[in-house]
């Protein structure tokens, strides 16, 4: 199976921040690839598009959570370096929903899957997964169904 068109694109800009000596700019896109490369290995397979985007999702949900933590800790100087990293992550995900795409979305599904209940929300997820992954936080999803569905 060929390399997907987003793993392709990594590759080519980690070679131009190489030759241009951006070194975060290097690091980061690095780490991408390494992780990307890691499951490939592990699973004996070659990632196609949807699940490089799941793999960059991932890291920039590690990316917030570590902001938020450090936020906490009242670590400036980390969550620079983090808001940095999470800035070029997402250069790389696709464009993300707006709020009332995702309400719509997930209004979709719910009517789709036919759920009224707590017992029905991973049908929602399934349908919303595929469509949202890397576009939303899927947090943030989860909790809007469940509202959603404890108020029907």
Known sequence: MPDSALKIQLQTDMKSSMKSGDKARLLVIRNMLSAIKQIEVD???????ARV???????????????????????????????????????????????????SAINDAINASGASSMKEMGKVMGILKPKLQGRADMGKVSQLIKSRLTSA
């Open 53 to 103: 985007i799941s793999v960059l999702d991932k890291m920039s949900k590690q990316r917030r959570e570590s902001i938020a933590q450090f936020t906490t800790a009242g670590r400036n100087d980390l969550i620079q370096i983090e808001e940095a990293e999470l800035e070029i992550i997402q250069q790389y995900l696709p464009e993300a929903l707006s709020d009332a795409d995702i309400e």
């Open 43 to 49: 699973e004996r397979i070659d990632l196609d598009e």
